[in-house]
Nanobody, 124 residues
Framework: QVQLTESGGGLVQAGDSLRLSCVAS????????MGWFRQAPEKEREFVAA????????FYADSVKGRFTISRDNVKNMVFLQMKSLKAEDTAVYYCAADQSTTLRSTTDAYEYWGQGTQITVSS
């Protein structure tokens, strides 16, 4: 059974930093591209960042480029999202997702497995 579990969300103030974690089980972790997506109220789920199977390549949405950093630990089967300079518009539920691909993709339908999400609220 595949399980992705996010943690690290919470309520922060604008300008703060936060790190999200996602631990995976039930998959051969290093055969999956890992991604982070987010969904704000009444909006569609949107791509945030992706990282290649061994971490050599990353890909970011323009809205987070320079502020967010995705990384992974293939020994611990974990992917992280370090976020800094948070803005009110970063408020959303953040999801990690797994894509058994060799390319970094930004569409939700590319990812086979999803976590339940963790809420981040940024107050201005």
């Amino acid at each position: 059974q595949v399980q992705l579990t996010e943690s690290g969300g919470g309520l922060v103030q604008a300008g703060d930093s936060l790190r999200l974690s996602c631990v995976a089980s039930g998959i051969t972790f290093n055969t999956y591209v890992m991604g982070w997506f987010r969904q704000a109220p009444e909006k569609e789920r949107e791509f945030v960042a992706a990282i290649s199977r061994f971490g050599g390549s990353t890909f970011y949405a323009d809205s987070v480029k320079g502020r967010f950093t995705i990384s992974r630990d293939n020994v611990k089967n974990m992917v992280f999202l370090q976020m800094k300079s948070l803005k009110a518009e970063d408020t959303a539920v953040y999801y990690c997702a797994a894509d058994q691909s060799t390319t970094l993709r930004s569409t939700t339908d590319a990812y086979e497995y999803w976590g339940q999400g963790t809420q981040i609220t940024v107050s201005s």
